[in-house]
């Protein structure tokens, strides 16, 4: 057969969190702790939004922005939360999940050539979306930072060539929380930048410690600044694939057309779930979050107590523990405690090269779980 295919297309591969919960149906009696996807059921009343919507034959499309009702919604609910205030009219719009909202961006803003900076290790999900633009990744190494996002580090980076640089905060696979003073250097240096600055927040609501605070919120990069987030982490709600885009009117009149040529519309069923969600349901994310630190507190103080080096992360659900003692990479780690030991979680280098010599392990899962999960870690890495 002599018909090709595109060769960035042909280049792409199973996501290295996939790999490993993928191969768990040869394991079935493996405890699986790579899926960052809440534990807890989508809240009652948010279901019964949509279920009413079916019922009520609400199951057309909608505007490609979105319902305006759920504009509004998202509007009041950060406005109110964090201070930062976006035109449901022309400002917002309702995406398949924050994942599509970031293809959105990406496919908008990057032409052949350009380069598109990330604060590494980060979520492995933004490089294919970029490389299948013909842009080029750069990544920012924070391992000798702390896990944070220099200003001086990144500003050495940034060349005519760069597009757009992306955050992750709170963090994954870190879990880490981007803070307030580097937040601040970050902003003073990127504010006379000419590069477009994305702010992925999808696990703003799960902040343990303190406040969140968005780079939304600074009025300094308001004209250049793509805010991104959904309701899949705050409300449970991965498999409703409902986000959403903020960002100044004029560039996101041309997301909204690239959102709309790809999928039309979110679905609207899901699009009246979400609106109960962030109205009705809104403080939700504060009454998950009560267990969520439990867990953390109990995956964290297991860790050290085995020996190894980890940082308390602060947000989102995941811990990133090093293996570098073990003598063996990431990969090889994972797969051997998977095979051996029973407990699957995902290699550091799934998260780019910078990832090397971590594993990261999810606590979107029941207390019960995790003890077993970590009982085997345990007994396994004492083989070693």
């Known amino acids: 057969m002599s018909l090709s295919i595109n060769p960035r297309a042909k280049a792409l591969e199973v996501p290295g969190i996939r790999q490993f919960a993928n191969q ?3 394991f079935p009696d493996a ?5 960052g996807q809440p534990d807890f059921p989508t809240p009652i009343s948010v279901k019964e939004a949509g279920i009413r919507a079916i019922e009520q034959n609400l199951t057309g499309y909608s505007h490609n922005a979105g319902l305006l009702e759920l504009r509004e919604a998202v509007n009041n609910f950060f406005s109110t939360k964090y201070g930062f205030s976006y035109d449901p009219q022309n400002e917002i719009v309702i995406t398949n999940g924050a994942s599509e909202a970031i293809d959105s961006i990406f496919r908008t803003i990057l032409e ?3 380069e598109v900076i990330l604060p590494a290790p ?4 933004y490089v294919p979306v970029i490389e299948l633009c013909g842009a080029k990744v750069v990544y920012l190494d924070t391992t000798k930072t702390g896990l944070q996002p220099s200003a001086k580090e990144l500003e050495k980076l940034i060349t005519e060539k760069t597009k757009a640089i992306l955050f992750n905060n709170p963090s994954n696979p870190t879990g880490v929380v981007i803070e307030k003073e580097t937040m601040d250097e970050l902003v003073q240096m990127l504010k006379d930048k000419d590069v477009y600055i994305m702010t992925d927040e999808i696990y703003s609501e799960n902040t343990f410690a303190g406040d969140h605070i968005s780079l939304a919120s600074y009025k300094e990069l308001r004209e250049k600044l793509f805010y991104i987030h959904g309701v899949s982490k705050s409300h449970s709600m991965t498999g409703w694939r409902i986000g959403f885009v903020m960002g100044p009117a004029v560039i996101l009149k041309q997301v909204m057309l690239m959102h709309s040529y790809n999928s039309i519309c979110a679905s609207l069923p899901a699009q009246y779930a979400a609106i109960e969600a962030l109205t009705n349901a809104k403080d939700t994310p504060k009454e998950m979050n009560i267990e969520y630190v439990k867990r953390r507190d109990y995956v964290y103080n297991r860790l050290v107590e085995m020996g190894l080096s980890v940082e308390k992360p602060n947000g989102a659900f995941y811990i990133f523990p090093s293996i570098k003692g073990f003598s063996m990479n990431s990969f090889d780690f994972a797969t051997k405690l998977l095979h051996e030991g029973g407990v699957a979680v995902v290699p550091g280098s799934t998260f780019t090269p910078y990832g090397e ?3 990261r392990i999810s606590y979107a899962y029941s207390m019960s779980v995790l003890v077993e999960g970590l009982n085997r870690l345990e007994a ?4 070693l």
């Open 24 to 26: 768990l149906v040869n």
């Open 31 to 35: 405890i699986n702790l790579t899926i």
């Open 112 to 114: 052949e050539g350009d």
């Open 122 to 125: 980060i979520y492995s999900g």
């Open 357 to 359: 010599g971590y594993i």
């Open 380 to 383: 396994f890495i004492q083989k």
